[in-house]
């Protein structure tokens, strides 16, 4: 069974910079879609982007669009949440997910019930 591992969270400044890192085992991510949400005590897991690793096609919510980017490694084992001018309201847990695919699909168009594998969660802190 697949599974995966986030890290690459903690504590940074306003306009710092992180790298997440969400890493499978067992099985390798080829054809799958990954999505990273983030949630914040007391409110609704938000989705932040995701990416269709057969593709590549990606999605970015509003919030984070122009300053996430995900990535794969060639090796589709992992896939990357890069996150630059990180602002305090960027402050949550963030899981990586995944869905194995059976057809080409934009990932966007997959809700955060779809996807059947979760990480256990890094937490970022976005703090002066």
């Known amino acids: 069974q697949l599974q995966l591992v986030e890290s690459g969270g903690g504590l940074v400044q306003p306009g710092e910079s992180l790298r997440l890192s969400c890493v499978a085992s067992?099985?390798?991510?080829?054809?799958?879609?990954v999505a990273w949400f983030r949630q914040v005590p007391g409110k609704e897991r938000e989705e932040v982007s995701c990416?269709?690793?057969?593709?590549?096609?990606?999605y970015y919510s509003e919030s984070v669009k122009g300053r996430f980017t995900m990535s794969t490694d060639g090796a589709k084992t992992t896939v990357y949440l890069h996150m630059d001018s990180l602002e305090p309201e960027d402050t949550a847990v963030y899981y990586c997910?995944?869905?194995?695919?059976?057809?080409?699909?934009?990932?966007?168009?997959?809700?955060?019930?779809?996807?059947?594998?979760w990480g256990q969660g890094t937490q970022i802190t976005v703090s002066s």
């Open positions: 067992k099985f390798t991510l080829n054809y799958y879609s």
């Open positions: 997910a995944a869905l194995r695919l059976s057809t080409q699909a934009m990932c966007s168009v997959f809700s955060e019930y779809e996807y059947d594998t």
């Open positions: 990416i269709s690793t057969s593709d590549g096609n990606t």
